[in-house]
């Protein structure tokens, strides 16, 4: 179960939904929170780096944290049932439920798992994902998984949907050679920079997603100590391949270089994240700071 506490734990003045430590994933898998503004392509982002740490040989399990609960099916090329409408079903008896009911086998054998979420304006995101990961903790499904990936919604405003950060080893950002976007960024760094005052949780770094240039990614990472993972531009087949409802890796790439040049850049940053990432401490900006480095003289 979840908690919140009353003190500030997490930052300055801040009420938090705090992790159970009972309910830490065991050490030896790599998690990975995956964070960005919204519709900034987090999920396609998080689905084909689980193919690819699969193509790597990984066990990977990935987790959606958003109540549309479309994280993973270009995995499973379905919409699956989300862990809380499975609870609501056996009036939250979790004792009464079997893995295969909330846990779904993807393209090349990624596990997939939609937290969903409580109607909106009535619950807390925190809580879904604990109980999430209880599930998985209870059925012992965390335990033959190398990889675990957290996508998950949006920017961060509320500790609630910040829980993934709890669990996770790394975080990577998912952002466009935009304002809005690094604004949006910067705000995620401020959370992770509250979390990891508790939890082993650090920054890993940026994926630049639809963007043919970096240039005001870069602005901001030499500025706040970020640095650049991987680099996707707006490939038409990226796109395609969420209306085919599969990844990248399932769209044909014969003739295609600029296929399997994305193909190859989800492998190398999976391989990157297998080969101990050294942590960031970054430092965000304040919004003002933001305001005057970006944008064009």
């Given at each position: 179960?979840?908690?919140?506490?009353?003190?500030?734990?997490?930052?300055?003045?801040?009420?938090?939904?705090?992790?159970?430590?009972?309910?830490?994933?065991?050490?030896?898998?790599?998690?990975?929170?995956?964070?960005?503004?919204?519709?900034i392509?987090?999920?396609?982002?998080?689905?084909?780096?689980?193919?690819?740490?699969?193509?790597?040989?990984?066990?990977?399990?990935?987790?959606g944290?958003?109540?549309?609960?479309?994280?993973?099916?270009?995995?499973?090329?379905?919409?699956?049932?989300?862990v809380?409408?499975?609870l609501?079903?056996?009036?939250?008896?979790?004792?009464?439920?079997?893995?295969?009911?909330?846990?779904f086998?993807?393209?090349?054998?990624?596990?997939c798992v939609?937290?969903?979420?409580?109607?909106?304006?009535?619950?807390?995101?925190?809580?879904?994902?604990?109980?999430t990961?209880?599930?998985?903790?209870?059925?012992?499904?965390?335990?033959?998984?190398?990889?675990v990936?957290?996508?998950?919604?949006?920017?961060?405003?509320?500790?609630?949907?910040?829980?993934?950060?709890?669990?996770?080893?790394?975080?990577l950002?998912?952002?466009?050679?935009?304002?809005d976007?690094?604004?949006?960024?910067?705000?995620?760094?401020?959370?992770?920079?509250?979390?990891?005052?508790?939890?082993?949780?650090?920054?890993?770094?940026?994926?630049?997603?639809?963007?043919?240039d970096?240039?005001q990614?870069d602005?901001?990472?030499?500025?706040?100590?970020?640095?650049?993972?991987?680099?996707f531009?707006?490939?038409?087949?990226?796109?395609?391949?969420?209306?085919?409802?599969?990844?990248?890796?399932?769209?044909?790439?014969?003739?295609?270089?600029?296929?399997k040049?994305?193909?190859?850049?989800?492998?190398?940053l999976?391989?990157?994240?297998?080969?101990?990432?050294?942590?960031?401490?970054?430092v965000?900006?304040?919004?003002?700071?933001?305001?005057?480095?970006?944008?064009?003289?």
């Amino acid at each position: 179960m979840t908690t919140t506490l009353s003190r500030p734990t997490d930052g300055e003045g801040s009420v938090q939904v705090q992790q159970d430590p009972s309910m830490k994933i065991e050490e030896g898998a790599l998690v990975i929170a995956v964070y960005g503004k919204g519709g900034i392509g987090k999920s396609t982002t998080s689905s084909n780096l689980s193919a690819a740490f699969s193509k790597l040989g990984k066990r990977v399990l990935q987790i959606g944290c958003d109540p549309k609960h479309d994280s993973t099916f270009t995995l499973t090329h379905s919409m699956v049932p989300t862990v809380i409408d499975i609870l609501e079903e056996v009036d939250f008896h979790s004792e009464e439920l079997r893995p295969d009911d909330f846990v779904f086998t993807g393209y090349n054998g990624v596990k997939c798992v939609e937290s969903g979420g409580p109607p909106a304006g009535t619950g807390c995101g925190g809580y879904v994902t604990g109980q999430t990961v209880k599930l998985l903790k209870e059925h012992h499904l965390l335990e033959d998984t190398d990889v675990v990936i957290f996508d998950v919604l949006g920017d961060v405003v509320c500790g609630g949907f910040a829980a993934p950060l709890q669990h996770a080893n790394y975080c990577l950002i998912v952002t466009a050679n935009d304002f809005d976007s690094i604004f949006a960024m910067n705000r995620i760094v401020q959370a992770i920079q509250a979390k990891a005052k508790n939890y082993k949780v650090r920054l890993g770094g940026v994926i630049a997603n639809r963007s043919a240039d970096t240039d005001q990614i870069d602005k901001f990472n030499e500025r706040t100590g970020l640095r650049t993972m991987a680099h996707f531009k707006d490939v038409d087949a990226i796109r395609r391949s969420r209306l085919k409802k599969c990844t990248i890796f399932e769209m044909d790439d014969d003739d295609d270089d600029a296929v399997k040049a994305v193909k190859n850049e989800y492998l190398r940053l999976a391989q990157n994240m297998l080969d101990n990432v050294e942590p960031l401490e970054a430092v965000s900006l304040k919004d003002r700071e933001i305001f005057d480095l970006l944008g064009f003289d």
